[in-house]
């Protein structure tokens, strides 16, 4: 090889790792995924209401399996968060279970206590721990 092409590879490699060293990237790592389970994903309960009377909320929801077979929502669980009536604003939301709903029923009642603020979220429960996300949340102010 002669001298003048080995200087034109040299210059060549050279000037390719230059660019491919300055291409634009950001480094950073997406969060984290988790593994997807195999199986039916499950739809989130829908249109999530309430009434109440006295003290007792009744939430009532609606859920479409549509081309899931009848078999794969074992029920729902309802999850509750409170907040004092003067709290904190911006400060987070503490959700915790309140009670699990067996299929095919879709209605769960709750007694309140007064001077808060309640927030409700129901979930699909599935075979094999299989869960939809969590519906919309319900807003109850109880004063």
Known sequence: MT???QRFLSCFLFVYLAVACLLPSCGKKGPPVPPEKKGT???PPAQLTYALINRE????WTYDNGNQAEGDVDGFEVFMATKPLEGCE???FMFK???VVPMPKTTFVYTLDQDLHY???VQALGPDNNKSTVSDTLFIDFP
């Open 3 to 5: 001298r003048t092409c």
């Open 41 to 43: 994903v499950l739809a």
């Open 57 to 60: 909320a009744t939430l009532s």
């Open 90 to 92: 911006g400060c987070p």
């Open 97 to 99: 279970s309140v009670g």
């Open 119 to 121: 927030y409700f979220r």
